[in-house]
């Protein structure tokens, strides 16, 4: 990560995933990373995306950590409770969709909340998602799994409305939509089963695309090789 200033402080969110994991190794690595803070339900007990106390709690337990240059919030379920996405509108079920939602946007929303404050003044800085293409609302072409499209989508439009305001007080911030891919996990392996990529080798290309973003003012929404997707 060249385009930091040295020393730079990193905090990532779902840590305890697949690509969670590879992405703390991969800023374990940079020697210009002064410290990975690497947060998930495993290392901080209490800690819950869907209690805001909980998420608030993180805040003033990290604080005296901060100030952030890098954050990344790698949180976020595809299967809800053992239930997967829905293939046709007549599976829609109001507790799941709403569940969905909660896990997917209104937890990612309230990490904005309550960290963006922590982020460094007058530097570089990166607010980083991962969201999914499959939240483009130009890019659907095959429809099916309505709770998660529509959670990325609502997730998307979070993060394009924190940027326009978090650039009025931290004009050096960046605020990105990743999607990194197919990624061999947990989470995808009921879907694809092994034709997927290494959670490694998308860290290492989504830090790579990090590195490179250019200051708009607006959100961004690019995959892990660095091409945009249309929201």
């Known amino acids: 990560m060249q385009h930091f200033q040295d020393s730079y402080r990193a905090l990532v969110f779902g840590a305890s995933g697949a690509l969670g994991t590879a992405l703390v190794q991969q800023l374990q690595r940079d020697p210009r990373c002064a410290q990975v803070l690497a947060v998930s339900r495993q290392s901080l007990p209490g800690f819950d995306l869907l209690n805001e106390a909980s998420i608030q709690a993180c805040a003033q337990a990290l604080q005296a950590q901060a100030p952030f240059h890098l954050v990344i919030d790698a949180t976020g379920a595809l299967t809800v409770n053992g239930r997967g996405p829905e293939k046709r509108l007549d599976e829609l079920g109001a507790d799941y969709m709403l569940q969905s939602l909660h896990l997917n946007a209104v937890g990612p929303a309230l990490l904005l909340k309550h960290f963006t404050p922590l982020l460094a003044t007058g530097q570089r800085v ?54 990194p891919g197919t990624v061999r996990s947990a989470l995808s392996q009921p879907f694809v089963g092994d034709a997927a990529m290494d959670p490694h080798e998308s860290a290492q290309r989504l830090l790579g695309v990090l590195d490179g973003l250019q200051l708009t003012g607006r959100a961004q929404f690019v995959d892990h090789l660095g091409q945009s997707i249309p929201w």
């Open 126 to 179: 990166i607010w980083a998602k991962l969201s999914a293409r499959v939240g483009s609302i130009e890019d659907n072409r095959k429809g099916g799994w309505y709770s998660y499209r529509a959670a990325k989508a609502a997730l998307n439009m979070l993060l394009q409305t924190t940027a326009i305001e978090l650039v009025r007080r931290r004009p050096l911030a960046v605020v990105v939509a990743l999607q």
